[in-house]
């Protein structure tokens, strides 16, 4: 018995050093690759020089700025770079792979432990990145992952404390709720949970300490809507109306199998993974599949039976419920991000598979948990190193050597520009519309005033835009200067001042940054 603890013990000890690992390898090598990202970069380091305390990303009130307080103190004490910030994401990540150990300790025996352990230690690459994302992503996931911990610890318990179990609840649910409003099935299977076991008067009791700790949880949005009434509110109703109602008032129930449900979660996988669209079907698919059919044995092992050791299942069967309706029936969308809530518990339902299957098909168990692991484990090879992120290096130091300050791009381009270079560069991200996604307004209003100003246009998402500012500078008779980094067009020491609405770029040519 000793020797086998032992043993269990060394063996998780070193999938969970291999988590580590493969979290630090890509943390210090994907540098800010994502704009929304290095904006909350950006806020994290207007808040270490106590310039700005934002409770939520800049113009956008549902996505909660906690990374830029954590990233704040990690600027702190090892200073200010993408690099840093992105062990803010690793951080998270690998906080979620220790939460998966503790939850596969409740729901699952030894060895299919060591299954989930090891899927969420090197999990498909799509969700590798997800969690490694600083701002609504591996934030979100990890605490959406705590309250459904602490979910389950009180299931065991049989619900018998009902006054610091919901309490605690009410407050990882009140935070992640304040990151993001993707959170809803988190706290639709809580309402669930309390409702089939507490009736009246014990509910009440139960659902008021639920309700103290989720306003203490959720007190950055409150104190931001005090500042700007309503603010959260309205953009969540905004979002709710991009949910596609058809779905409600004409279902189908083969669209709703195969079209919202199958493929939707097939694209899971392949999330951020470059691949021909076959290959990826040929892929996304069985893995879907694989989920699915994890699910309908964990129902049908467990049900909806009511006594303490079975309901931490139906916990978890409730919330996949909930992220099935809202995540992918409701939400019109079908973009990877949406899928990472799901993804969250992935490796559980894995580990109940294939540990279930082993009694009786070894084989057939082995199979399973080796195709799943060499597949995720090719996706993180290819995607290793992030060579996209050497692009923005390589522009940054460009800009900075030649003394360019003021400048005009993309929302990507010109806030991950900035970020690399700690604000030594101001770029407005306003090069397609005057408005679009210009998080601080103040500084487009100071680069519009500069003397001199440089245009910079990633010609692989834009090669249309490059083109056309040359040609508007013929049309003028407007001299300048032009170089190539790593696919980026530098243009620069303009004869003539020229000004983003003076070139003939449709507005639509800008990406939105919420695709």
Same mark, same amino acid.
């Given at each position: 018995m000793v020797k086998s603890r032992v043993k269990y013990a060394l063996v998780f000890s070193v999938l969970i050093g291999i988590g580590l690992i493969v979290r630090l390898a890509f943390a210090l090598n994907m540098g800010s690759v994502d704009g929304d990202v290095a904006v909350f970069g950006l806020m994290a380091k207007?808040? #270490?020089? /106590?310039?700005?305390?934002?409770?939520?990303?800049? *113009? $956008?009130?549902?996505?909660?700025? $906690?990374?830029?307080?954590?990233?704040?103190?990690?600027f702190k004490f090892f200073g200010v770079s993408p690099t840093v910030f992105n062990l803010v994401g690793a951080l998270f990540s690998f906080s979620w792979v220790i939460l998966i150990l503790f939850m596969a300790k409740e729901l699952l025996g030894r060895f299919g432990v060591v299954v989930a352990l090891l899927s969420a230690a090197l999990p498909f690459y799509g969700f590798l990145r997800y969690s490694l994302l600083t701002g @609504?992503?591996? !934030?979100?996931?990890?605490? $959406? #992952?705590?309250?459904?911990?602490?979910? %389950? =610890?009180?299931? =065991?318990?049989?619900?018998?404390?009902?006054?610091?179990?919901? /309490?605690? #609840?009410?407050f990882c649910c009140g935070v992640v709720f304040?990151?993001?409003?993707?959170?809803?099935?988190? *706290?639709?299977?809580?309402?669930?949970? /309390? *409702?089939?076991?507490y009736r009246k008067r014990p509910f009440f009791k139960v659902a008021l300490f639920f309700l103290a700790g989720f306003l203490i949880g959720y007190v950055p949005a409150i104190a931001h809507n005090l500042q700007y009434p309503s603010a959260t509110l309205f953009r969540m109703a905004g979002k709710a109306l991009d949910l596609d109602r058809s779905v409600l008032s004409a279902p189908n129930p083969a669209d709703i199998v195969f079209q919202r449900i199958l493929l939707k979660i097939s694209i899971i996988p392949g999330s951020f993974f470059k691949m021909p669209n076959l290959i990826a079907t040929l892929i996304g698919v069985p893995a879907a599949a694989l989920f699915i059919i994890s699910m309908v044995f964990v129902i049908k092992d467990h049900g909806f039976r009511r006594d303490a050791g079975r309901d931490m299942w139906y916990v978890m069967?409730?919330?996949?419920?909930?992220?099935?309706?809202?995540?992918?029936?409701?939400?019109q969308i079908p973009k990877d991000r949406y899928m990472a809530p799901l993804c969250t518990v992935f490796p559980l339902f894995i580990g109940y598979l294939v540990s279930r299957f082993r009694p009786r098909f070894r084989s057939l168990g082995i199979a399973l948990l080796s195709a799943v692991i060499l597949y995720n484990c090719c996706t993180i090879a290819r995607s290793f190193p992030d060579r996209n992120a050497n692009r923005y290096t390589a522009l940054a130091g460009r800009l900075v050597a030649k003394g360019l300050h003021y400048g005009f791009s993309d929302y990507y381009t010109g806030y991950i520009t @900035?970020?690399?270079?700690?604000? =030594?560069?101001? %770029?407005?991200?306003? #090069?397609?519309?005057?408005?679009?996604? !210009?998080?601080?307004?103040?500084?487009? =209003?100071? %680069?519009?005033?500069a003397r001199e100003v440089f245009y910079v246009i990633d010609k692989h998402r834009y090669p249309e835009a490059a083109l056309a500012l040359e040609e508007k500078c013929e049309e003028r008779g407007i001299s300048y200067k032009k170089e190539d980094i790593e696919g980026f067009g530098l243009y620069y020491d303009f004869s003539s001042k020229i000004y983003p609405e003076d070139l003939p770029i449709k507005k639509a040519m800008e990406k939105s940054v919420y695709e």
């Amino acid at each position: 018995m000793v020797k086998s603890r032992v043993k269990y013990a060394l063996v998780f000890s070193v999938l969970i050093g291999i988590g580590l690992i493969v979290r630090l390898a890509f943390a210090l090598n994907m540098g800010s690759v994502d704009g929304d990202v290095a904006v909350f970069g950006l806020m994290a380091k207007h808040i #270490l020089e /106590m310039k700005e305390f934002p409770a939520y990303l800049v *113009l $956008m009130h549902y996505a909660g700025s $906690m990374v830029s307080y954590v990233g704040a103190v990690f600027f702190k004490f090892f200073g200010v770079s993408p690099t840093v910030f992105n062990l803010v994401g690793a951080l998270f990540s690998f906080s979620w792979v220790i939460l998966i150990l503790f939850m596969a300790k409740e729901l699952l025996g030894r060895f299919g432990v060591v299954v989930a352990l090891l899927s969420a230690a090197l999990p498909f690459y799509g969700f590798l990145r997800y969690s490694l994302l600083t701002g @609504q992503y591996g !934030d979100s996931v990890f605490f $959406m #992952l705590l309250a459904l911990f602490v979910l %389950i =610890k009180w299931a =065991k318990s049989g619900y018998k404390n009902a006054t610091a179990a919901p /309490m605690l #609840l009410g407050f990882c649910c009140g935070v992640v709720f304040w990151i993001t409003p993707a959170a809803a099935p988190v *706290l639709l299977t809580t309402a669930v949970v /309390m *409702l089939s076991h507490y009736r009246k008067r014990p509910f009440f009791k139960v659902a008021l300490f639920f309700l103290a700790g989720f306003l203490i949880g959720y007190v950055p949005a409150i104190a931001h809507n005090l500042q700007y009434p309503s603010a959260t509110l309205f953009r969540m109703a905004g979002k709710a109306l991009d949910l596609d109602r058809s779905v409600l008032s004409a279902p189908n129930p083969a669209d709703i199998v195969f079209q919202r449900i199958l493929l939707k979660i097939s694209i899971i996988p392949g999330s951020f993974f470059k691949m021909p669209n076959l290959i990826a079907t040929l892929i996304g698919v069985p893995a879907a599949a694989l989920f699915i059919i994890s699910m309908v044995f964990v129902i049908k092992d467990h049900g909806f039976r009511r006594d303490a050791g079975r309901d931490m299942w139906y916990v978890m069967c409730i919330y996949v419920y909930w992220c099935v309706i809202f995540h992918i029936i409701l939400v019109q969308i079908p973009k990877d991000r949406y899928m990472a809530p799901l993804c969250t518990v992935f490796p559980l339902f894995i580990g109940y598979l294939v540990s279930r299957f082993r009694p009786r098909f070894r084989s057939l168990g082995i199979a399973l948990l080796s195709a799943v692991i060499l597949y995720n484990c090719c996706t993180i090879a290819r995607s290793f190193p992030d060579r996209n992120a050497n692009r923005y290096t390589a522009l940054a130091g460009r800009l900075v050597a030649k003394g360019l300050h003021y400048g005009f791009s993309d929302y990507y381009t010109g806030y991950i520009t @900035q970020f690399e270079t700690k604000e =030594k560069i101001a %770029i407005s991200p306003t #090069l397609f519309h005057p408005t679009f996604c !210009d998080r601080w307004p103040a500084e487009t =209003k100071r %680069i519009r005033s500069a003397r001199e100003v440089f245009y910079v246009i990633d010609k692989h998402r834009y090669p249309e835009a490059a083109l056309a500012l040359e040609e508007k500078c013929e049309e003028r008779g407007i001299s300048y200067k032009k170089e190539d980094i790593e696919g980026f067009g530098l243009y620069y020491d303009f004869s003539s001042k020229i000004y983003p609405e003076d070139l003939p770029i449709k507005k639509a040519m800008e990406k939105s940054v919420y695709e």
